[in-house]
């Protein structure tokens, strides 16, 4: 089982931008709202583990 950790760089409508914190990356994933927990903004920190996003 593999754990991620993100940061939301910015949100666009119905989708936000990632940057992936636990390694060295400048890459952004596209990720949809829907996928992601309610009530997140510019900045909040995110784990992905198990197929789920939570807050941080």
């Known amino acids: 089982m593999e754990t991620w950790y993100y ?11 990632l940057k992936r914190t636990d390694i060295e990356s400048d890459d952004l994933k596209l990720v949809a709202r829907a996928l992601l927990p309610e009530g997140i903004a510019e900045g909040t920190n995110l784990k992905y583990e198990l197929m789920q996003y939570s807050i941080v």
């Open 7 to 17: 940061t939301v760089v910015s949100i666009d409508g119905d989708y936000a931008n």
